[in-house]
């Protein structure tokens, strides 16, 4: 395993550096991407992020998002290129390369390049030759306010790195309310915003920047396909493919919907079931000590937080997956109805 000292003397001279989100990344797995990659520009590095999907387009602001390579049919090709000529592959917000298909490939093809891996979620897998990791971070994206601090010094985060960093911490500490957001958060961000950023700008980018079709899902959502369990301190959505369709679906359109089921009074558990080609993607929120990551290992083929997590039903339609669902939560009654949790 590198340490910080072995990184920072192989980036001494210019390399060829290809930084890597998680699939269908949010505002601090591409934040914490384009903070990086203009980092390393300002360097002299050839620096290139590839995207493994496609991202929301209320991202589209970001600097350098311009530069950013898409992976699909059309660009696997110069895809596969880059990253087999990459020196230094960096992973962003992910801590198992099966996060990053069908990149996952690609990168492991690479065998002579330095892996290294940024990440503050749990259970990682060890595929890195260098780790920055640390679950208590509130963000991926404070993680590299760090390493960019380790590699270089506090003149390196111009505005644009900045923008970056404080959209990926604002929007994983939920706009500063999650039990993750530290004083030392609240000194980084008082020195983003010294450098300059226009917060109020990035809030209305991200949040106050919805499509009519995206709002009216919301909408719809809260009021056609919510559903509370009041002995069990749940509430859940169910999306099947028509109702996504019927809204013009995109990448990022139920981003935050699952946040909705926690604000009403006395629910500890929010889920969205969201039907998608083969399987069916799940969103899991909690209140308190009730681990969402862990259920979300044990059962949904997913993980990430205590408080917020993710997963999937490969193979199942939208009404099995809520049958599997609901067999599940029903196994925790005991659990969610503890008053402590």
Same mark, same amino acid.
């Given at each position: ?152 010094n506090d003149s390196d985060i111009t505005p644009p790195i900045a923008s ?38 990035? !809030?209305? &980018? ?9 709002? *009216? #899902?919301? +909408?719809?959502?809260?009021? %056609? ?73 044990? !059962?949904? &083929? ?9 997963? *999937? #039903?490969? +193979?199942?339609?939208?009404? %099995? ?21």
């Amino acid at each position: 395993m590198l340490n910080i000292e072995s990184l920072r003397q192989a980036l001494s001279v210019p390399r060829k550096i290809v930084i890597i989100p998680h699939q269908k990344p949010d505002a601090d797995a591409l934040g914490s991407c384009l903070a990086l990659w203009n980092f390393f520009k300002n360097k002299g590095h050839v620096a290139t992020v590839i995207s493994p999907t496609q991202y929301p387009d209320f991202l589209q602001w970001m600097p350098g998002h311009e530069e950013t390579l898409v992976y699909s049919e059309a660009t696997h090709g110069s895809c596969q290129q880059v990253i087999s000529e990459a020196e230094i592959i960096f992973c962003l917000d992910f801590n198992d390369l099966k996060r990053c298909e069908p990149l996952d490939v690609l990168i492991s093809g690479n065998t002579t390049a330095i892996k290294a891996m940024v990440d503050h979620h749990q259970d990682k897998k060890d595929f890195a030759n260098f780790e920055y990791v640390r679950v208590t971070a509130a963000a991926t994206a404070e993680l590299i306010y760090e390493l960019i601090h380790l590699l270089g010094n506090d003149s390196d985060i111009t505005p644009p790195i900045a923008s970056c960093i404080y959209a990926g911490i604002m929007t994983d500490t939920g706009s500063f309310k999650y039990p993750a957001t530290t004083p030392q958060i609240h000194r980084i961000v008082a020195n983003l915003m010294e450098k300059g950023i226009n917060h109020s700008l990035i !809030h209305r &980018n991200i949040y106050d920047n919805s499509t009519l079709d995206r709002l *009216r #899902l919301k +909408g719809f959502a809260l009021s %056609e396909r919510l559903k509370v369990i009041p002995e069990l301190h749940t509430a859940y959505f169910v999306l099947s493919k028509a109702d996504l369709s019927r809204f013009h679906h995109q990448i990022g359109d139920t981003e935050g919907l699952v946040n909705y089921g926690l604000s009403i009074r006395g629910v500890k558990l929010s889920v969205i079931l969201k039907e998608d080609e083969g399987f069916v993607k799940m969103s899991l929120r909690s209140v308190g000590s009730l681990s969402v990551n862990d259920i979300a290992r044990t !059962h949904f &083929n997913g993980g990430g937080h205590i408080n917020a997590a993710g997963g *999937r #039903l490969p +193979g199942m339609s939208i009404e %099995e997956a809520e049958r599997c669902f609901l067999e599940v939560i029903y196994s925790y009654k005991d659990t969610l109805a503890d008053t402590n949790n």
